[in-house]
């Protein structure tokens, strides 16, 4: 059975930091473009980061740029998301996917994780 699990979510006050790990289980992810995305409350769920299989090739959006970090060791079968300098924005459930690839539409990635709620305090 395929399985994503987000951890390290929290809450933490406005320009604090948290790391996010998602670890794989059920085969290897190393073949797959992996990202992270978020939703607040009433929103859409949107796209925040994304890695290539190597990991070599990372792509944020706007604006998590030079604040969010997205890495990934394909030995251990997880990705990881380094969020610093937090903002009341940042508020959201964030998950992880795993998909064939490189793209920010999350309806095309084909395994997503259950999610982990991030608060940033202000």
């Known amino acids: 059975q395929v399985q994503l699990v987000e951890s390290g979510g929290g809450l933490v006050q406005a320009g604090g930091s948290l790391r996010l790990s998602c670890a794989a289980s059920g085969r290897t992810f190393s073949g797959d473009v992996m990202g992270w995305f978020r939703q607040a409350p009433g929103k859409e769920r949107e796209f925040v980061a994304r890695?290539?299989?190597?990991?070599?090739?990372?792509t944020y959006a706007e604006p998590v740029k030079g604040r969010f970090t997205i890495s990934r060791d394909n030995a251990k079968n997880t990705v990881y998301l380094q969020m610093n300098s937090l903002y009341s924005e940042d508020t959201a459930v964030y998950y992880c996917a795993a998909g064939p690839i490189a793209t920010n539409n999350p309806s095309l990635y084909n395994h997503w994780g259950q999610g982990t709620q991030v608060t940033v305090s202000s």
């Open positions: 890695i290539s299989r190597s990991g070599a090739v990372t």
